[in-house]
């Protein structure tokens, strides 16, 4: 079988079909696995612990199966923080690297063979409806991989429009915003925390400093409200702060090659201006300097595959449950439109995805994971994050393995089985 992109959800289901037996080979198209936590430098786990009113609970975790491994095997390495306040939950900030190393040595523990550098730009695709793998490219030249069952964890549904099955991009077309976010050295972190407190999110008194130097164009900063976590290295912050759009004021989408051009240069633009404004105006960062950004923007929506199921928006808030939920999250819609990021939380409960999700509604040989699922526009804004593409990874991946193995199209698969399956391997679903 074949998986099609290394972040969270195509190293777990890589990683959890070639246990089950499956022969599996994993396409990146960078040096490295990671996706959006990575090359994207999103920095954080997010979606691993529950969200509650009272400021005194302690972290108290929800999800689990494949991503407890995976934080084992980052913590080993010491790459991998305590948790840390975000607004009503809890989140971990990692270090990117060691993301990448950790994901190697679990790729190659499992026998799966890794093909990097290597980009996909067409399906195999029998009669207009089976998937029977990929074309793609490596400085070899072009080659063919062929494969039973094909995930496609793009990001993108990349492989899902290239088979010409259903997708739909954002809402009406529009996407939320990208954002370059980048990492600050020299912060006294120490001062930094005494002044403005243990949450992520940065208070009022922030966001009104910036607005206030931003209206006296002493700078351009298009984002008042903004997010600055301290990392697993001393002196530093991951600050997710910049709000990319385009020249014309427009959503910039990175399926579009000038839209996406633009958001990297436009990214980068307003990384020096946020890093200019820290160092300028807040405790403990009168010494700071960008270490890092990253590798590539990052890319919160582009393209969703229609699936047999389409997670709603009222599902998140709502706490809905589904017999075949085959992964929970306790995310809030954290949505990225419009003039400042909208949260919206889920007290003390989770919501359900269910297998659907990631089984194309048309097509054969095909299933989807990670933030590509089928899901609704602000559906997607909760569901998208790191831990939750762990939880999908797990699910495909057992899933693609029993269709690889025993000949079963995915759109057969009982995901109440899958479920099942999943919390006899600690996934603890409710």
């Given at each position: 079988m074949l998986v099609v992109g290394?972040?969270?959800?195509?190293?777990?289901?890589?990683?959890?079909?070639?246990?089950?037996?499956?022969?599996?080979?994993?396409?990146?198209?960078?040096?490295?696995?990671?996706?959006?936590?990575?090359?994207?430098?999103?920095g954080t786990i997010c979606g691993m612990y529950a969200a509650t009113n009272d400021a005194s609970a302690p972290p108290r975790q929800l999800v689990h199966g494949f991503l407890d491994e995976f934080v084992v095997a980052m913590e080993q390495r010491g790459g991998l923080a305590p948790p840390i306040r975000y607004g009503k939950?809890?989140?971990?900030?990692?270090?990117?690297?060691?993301?990448?190393?950790a994901a190697d040595a679990l790729l190659m523990e499992a026998g799966v063979q890794v093909l990097f550098h290597t980009t996909v730009f067409g399906a195999l695709v029998e009669g207009g409806e089976k998937v029977e793998g990929v074309v793609a490219y490596t400085k070899?030249?072009?080659?063919?991989?062929s494969a039973k069952v094909t995930i496609d964890a793009s990001g993108d549904a990349d492989i899902v429009a290239m088979a010409g099955f259903p997708s739909f991009i954002g809402q009406d077309g529009r996407v939320q915003n990208p954002t370059m976010i980048?990492?600050?050295?020299?912060?006294?972190?120490?001062?930094?925390?005494?002044?403005?407190?243990?949450?992520?999110?940065?208070?009022?008194?922030?966001?009104?400093?910036?607005?206030?130097?931003?209206?006296?164009n002493e700078y351009k900063l298009p984002r008042a409200k903004?997010?600055?976590?301290?990392?697993?290295?001393?002196?530093?912050?991951?600050?997710?702060?910049?709000?990319?759009i385009g020249a014309d004021g427009r959503e910039l989408n990175p399926l579009y090659v000038r839209d996406f051009t633009e958001a990297e240069i436009e990214g980068r633009k307003q990384v020096r201006e946020y890093a200019r404004f820290f160092r300028d105006n807040l405790v403990g960062c009168e010494h700071s300097f960008v270490n890092d950004t990253g590798v590539q923007v990052g890319v919160?929506?582009?393209?969703?595959?229609?699936?047999?199921?389409?997670?709603?928006?009222?599902?998140?808030?709502?706490?809905?449950?589904?017999?075949?939920?085959?992964?929970?999250s306790p995310w809030p819609i954290e949505l990225h439109a419009g003039a400042k990021p909208r949260v919206e939380w889920l007290?003390?409960?989770?919501?359900?995805?269910?297998?659907?999700?990631?089984?194309?509604?048309?097509?054969?040989?095909?299933?989807?994971?990670?933030?590509?699922?089928?899901?609704?526009?602000?559906?997607?804004?909760?569901?998208?994050?790191?831990?939750q593409c762990f939880s999908y990874g797990h699910a495909i991946?057992?899933?693609?393995?029993?269709?690889?193995?025993?000949?079963?199209?995915?759109?057969?698969?009982?995901?109440?089985?899958i479920r099942a399956e999943l919390n006899r391997e600690g996934a603890q679903l409710a």
């Open positions: 290394g972040g969270a959800a195509g190293v777990a289901a890589a990683i959890i079909a070639a246990r089950r037996g499956a022969r599996v080979v994993l396409v990146e198209k960078y040096g490295f696995c990671g996706g959006g936590a990575v090359a994207g430098l999103s939950t809890f989140t971990r900030v990692h270090d990117p690297l060691v993301w990448r190393e070899e030249g072009r080659t063919t991989i980048f990492r600050l050295l020299g912060v006294d972190v120490d001062r930094f925390r005494a002044e403005y407190g243990d949450d992520t999110i940065m208070g009022n008194a922030v966001s009104e400093l910036i607005r206030t130097r931003a209206a006296g903004i997010w600055l976590f301290p990392t697993t290295r001393p002196g530093e912050l991951l600050c997710n702060c910049t709000r990319v919160r929506q582009t393209r969703q595959a229609l699936g047999t199921h389409v997670l709603r928006n009222d599902d998140i808030l709502a706490g809905t449950k589904f017999r075949d939920g085959i992964a929970q007290l003390d409960d989770v919501y359900e995805i269910p297998y659907g999700c990631f089984v194309p509604q048309r097509g054969e040989g095909l299933l989807t994971a990670g933030r590509c699922l089928s899901a609704e526009h602000e559906a997607v804004a909760s569901a998208r994050v790191t831990a991946g057992c899933a693609a393995a029993i269709c690889a193995l025993e000949g079963v199209a995915p759109r057969d698969i009982d995901g109440v089985a």
